[in-house]
């Protein structure tokens, strides 16, 4: 099945710094989605973006298909920003079925 | 729209007991989805179902069963529980005919198995 790979591990950042988020998959997908759970546990789906590029706010994400990655930027980084972010990818062959990455972990400092 | 509602959020079993955990969905989603995560892991698939009637195994599905009779509901019970069963459970559910849809959480339910 397909492999869901998510980089850094971990990140410390200051509020108000931005950052990026990785992730690469093993095979071409139709499905790539970006998800944040919050320190309370509640995962909360922020992009649906198999391909091109979205923005929601602070966040903004995309996909670079060909190239078989995600990428999940945060600017101005708040406290509430907190938490673990996963990237979730799907491909039909393999069944219907979104495989998990193991999460970035952020931890946002005032 | 309550989205997808589980119960309970809490529950202590102990070794062999069964339960049912409940997930509802009222969003007419056609996909319904149980994932399991364990402390600073990801997500496991333990069951899915693409509509009324039809299930399919997860990556982790056994010691769990799951039923789809309603659109609505896809409640997953756990036989015999054990230790190795102590984790968080979500359920989920997407609409999409290829289930490539957005995925919506439930809040979780935390078990553990003493």
């Known amino acids: 099945g397909i492999q869901v790979e998510q980089s850094p591990p971990d990140l410390i950042l200051q509020e108000g710094a931005n950052s990026t988020l990785r992730c690469n998959f093993s095979?071409?997908?139709?499905?790539l989605q970006w998800f944040h759970q919050n320190p309370w546990g509640q995962l909360i789906n922020l992009f649906y973006?198999?391909?091109g590029t979205k923005q929601n706010g602070r966040l903004s994400a995309t996909t670079v298909a060909t190239e078989r990655y995600s990428l999940l930027y945060i600017s101005s980084s708040q406290t509430t920003d907190s938490g673990v972010y996963f990237c979730?990818?799907?491909?039909?062959?393999?069944?219907?079925?979104?495989?998990f990455g193991a999460g970035t972990i952020l931890r946002v400092k005032s | 729209n309550a989205g997808v509602t589980q119960t309970p959020k809490f529950r202590i079993l102990k070794i062999g007991q069964s339960m049912t955990l409940q997930c509802t969905q009222d969003?007419?989603?056609?996909?319904m989805y149980w994932y399991r995560q364990d402390p600073g892991m990801g997500l496991k698939l333990i069951y899915y179902?693409?509509?009324?009637?039809?299930?399919d195994k997860g990556e982790v599905p056994n010691g769990y069963n799951v039923s789809r009779s309603t659109t609505e509901d896809f409640p997953l019970r756990l036989e015999l529980a054990a230790p190795s069963q102590t984790s968080v459970y979500f359920c989920?559910?997407?609409?999409?005919?290829?289930?490539?849809?957005?995925?919506?959480f439930g809040e979780g339910s935390r078990l553990t198995v003493l």
């Open positions: 989920a559910s997407s609409y999409d005919r290829e289930g490539t849809g957005e995925l919506f």
């Open positions: 095979d071409s997908v139709n499905n």
């Open positions: 973006i198999p391909s």
């Open positions: 979730a990818a799907q491909r039909w062959e393999y069944g219907n079925k979104l495989v």
């Open positions: 969003m007419n989603h056609n996909y």
């Open positions: 179902s693409v509509g009324a009637g039809i299930t």
